[in-house]
């Protein structure tokens, strides 16, 4: 049981470069969602997921897409990646029901030059 | 909008030493509150969840309270150890009409327990 993973652990982009972030479960947890954590600001919801075929906009879900094709992955999307994304990215999972503790990845570190 | 503090920002004792983190939330239409430990360069760890109609956990030296009234929730760390330093993060979850949405963070406390 790996619980939630995440790929790559770092990465370095030029401005204006498209990737995707991987994130994976095999917990068959319902819920997944993304977060960003900068320094002074914490952890803000970028989008999440409560199933497969179903996402949502959290805080800040400018820049970024989603998909949920699958019950075990989530991958983030940056379209045109500029350098207030640079951030370190957390993925993080849960039942759809109580008491919805939150399992979080290893993150993935980014900077957008 | 869920607003969440965390006092102190940080936070340096010596070995030993009981201690006590404060968190506060401005929406008291909470679904759970996670109090979450990392290391510098690491993932979050989850410590104690307490639901909204919970009052406290207890996880080994480590014992959190709900106030929901308040909007508050206290961590207190007994016998603290130099392995407890970390950052502390406080969380809640927001229950909406369709569920559960994401979690808002406290900015965090940063513990040292000095040897």
């Known amino acids: 049981n790996a619980g939630v993973t995440q790929t790559p652990k770092f990465q370095v982009l030029k401005t204006g470069q498209s990737m995707t972030l991987q994130c994976a479960q095999d917990?068959?947890?319902?819920?997944m969602s993304w977060y960003r954590q900068d320094p002074g600001m914490g952890l803000r919801l970028i989008h999440y997921s409560v199933g497969a075929g179903i996402t949502d906009q959290g805080e800040v879900p400018n820049g970024y897409n989603v998909s949920r094709s699958t019950t075990e992955d989530f991958p983030l999307r940056l379209l045109s990646a500029a350098p207030s994304q640079t951030s370190v990215y957390f993925c993080?999972?849960?039942?759809?029901?109580?008491?919805?503790?939150?399992?979080f990845g290893p993150g993935t570190r980014l900077t957008v030059l | 909008k869920q607003e969440v503090t965390q006092i102190p920002a940080a936070l340096s004792v010596p070995e030993g030493e009981n201690l006590v983190l404060n968190c506060s939330f401005t929406?008291?239409?909470?679904?759970?509150l996670q109090w979450f430990r990392q290391d510098p360069g690491k993932g979050l760890t989850s410590l104690l969840l307490?639901?909204?109609?919970?009052r406290e956990q207890t996880s080994g030296r480590l014992n959190a309270s709900l106030d929901k009234s308040s909007g508050r929730s206290t961590l207190y760390i007994a016998a603290s150890q130099p392995g407890d330093s970390a950052t502390y993060l406080c969380?809640?979850?927001?229950?909406?009409?369709?569920?559960?949405?994401?979690?808002?963070f406290g900015k965090g406390t940063h513990l040292i327990i000095q040897p």
């Open positions: 993080a999972s849960s039942f759809d029901g109580n008491p919805r503790t939150q399992y």
């Open positions: 917990m068959n947890h319902e819920y």
């Open positions: 969380a809640v979850l927001l229950y909406s009409g369709g569920g559960a949405d994401g979690l808002t």
């Open positions: 929406d008291s239409a909470i679904y759970n």
């Open positions: 307490i639901q909204s109609s919970q």
